[in-house]
């Protein structure tokens, strides 16, 4: 389980630093070597590559090492903005995939806009917050995309509330929505959920374990409202 905290806060004062950014600093990249090569990761990716129009403008939610998601984006033409709490992790991305922009800044305070981004991309970035910043940070990821945008989503499914698991082989705390939570909360932010994928991953790490893993494929209606 990737337990991304949205990836952000104030980086600049070490006592403020939220749980993720000192997870994904430790991990590096061994996080990509763990995960890069998932297929289900992969699968989503494409389908949303298939779906852009050319030189689309994309955002990437806790963007990692820069794989394989946005060097993915970049590689089919279009432009990428990768949001990461994580200054190793940015730092990596940047010089992995140079096409693209990287920022180290928390998303649920950066300014994202209204209808700006063809396609959204939330790889197992929120599980790090609370079942209401990620309700609130979803309605606004859905206000960003344009009408007819599409966002892919992938998360562990699980009923839980700040429990304390296993990631590769660190404790780390997480909380999550059962499945049918996880498409309500897409639901509600404005999206249609065209499709959803259930696979079970182990990542390729001594410290991991079997995780269960819920992909969903959306699309953002017309009538999705700024927040």
């Given at each position: 389980?990737?337990?991304?905290?949205?990836?952000?806060t104030?980086?600049?004062?070490?006592?403020?630093r939220?749980?993720?950014?000192?997870?994904?600093?430790?991990?590096?990249?061994?996080?990509?070597?763990?995960?890069?090569?998932?297929?289900?990761?992969?699968?989503?990716?494409?389908?949303?590559?298939?779906?852009?129009?050319?030189?689309?403008?994309?955002?990437?939610?806790?963007?990692?090492?820069?794989?394989?998601t946005?060097?993915?984006?970049?590689?089919?033409?279009?432009?990428?903005?990768?949001?990461?709490?994580?200054?190793?992790?940015?730092?990596?991305?940047?010089?992995?995939?140079?096409?693209?922009?990287?920022?180290?800044?928390?998303?649920?305070?950066?300014?994202?806009?209204?209808?700006?981004?063809?396609?959204?991309?939330?790889?197992?970035?929120?599980?790090?917050?609370?079942?209401?910043?990620?309700?609130?940070?979803?309605?606004?990821?859905?206000?960003?995309?344009?009408?007819?945008?599409?966002?892919?989503?992938?998360?562990?499914?699980?009923?839980?509330?700040?429990?304390?698991?296993?990631?590769?082989?660190?404790?780390?705390?997480?909380?999550?929505?059962?499945?049918?939570?996880?498409?309500?909360?897409?639901?509600?932010?404005?999206?249609?959920?065209?499709s959803?994928?259930?696979?079970?991953?182990?990542?390729?790490?001594?410290?991991?374990?079997?995780?269960?893993?819920?992909?969903?494929?959306?699309?953002?209606?017309?009538?999705?409202?700024?927040?």
């Amino acid at each position: 389980m990737r337990a991304a905290e949205g990836r952000g806060t104030d980086v600049t004062r070490e006592d403020r630093r939220p749980p993720a950014a000192e997870l994904f600093d430790a991990l590096g990249a061994e996080y990509e070597k763990a995960f890069a090569h998932a297929p289900a990761h992969r699968a989503a990716l494409a389908w949303l590559i298939g779906r852009l129009p050319p030189a689309a403008r994309t955002l990437d939610v806790g963007s990692g090492t820069g794989r394989p998601t946005a060097a993915a984006l970049v590689a089919a033409g279009h432009s990428v903005l990768g949001v990461d709490v994580s200054p190793v992790m940015v730092e990596l991305a940047a010089r992995q995939v140079p096409g693209a922009e990287f920022r180290c800044a928390d998303i649920r305070e950066l300014p994202l806009g209204t209808g700006v981004f063809d396609g959204v991309c939330v790889f197992f970035s929120l599980l790090q917050m609370t079942r209401a910043e990620q309700s609130a940070l979803l309605r606004r990821l859905s206000a960003a995309l344009r009408p007819g945008g599409h966002l892919v989503l992938a998360t562990v499914p699980a009923d839980v509330t700040d429990a304390e698991v296993s990631f590769m082989g660190r404790p780390v705390r997480a909380t999550s929505f059962a499945e049918d939570g996880v498409v309500g909360m897409a639901q509600a932010a404005g999206l249609t959920v065209l499709s959803r994928h259930g696979t079970v991953f182990t990542p390729d790490h001594p410290g991991a374990g079997p995780e269960p893993h819920l992909f969903l494929y959306c699309r953002r209606g017309a009538s999705a409202e700024a927040v």
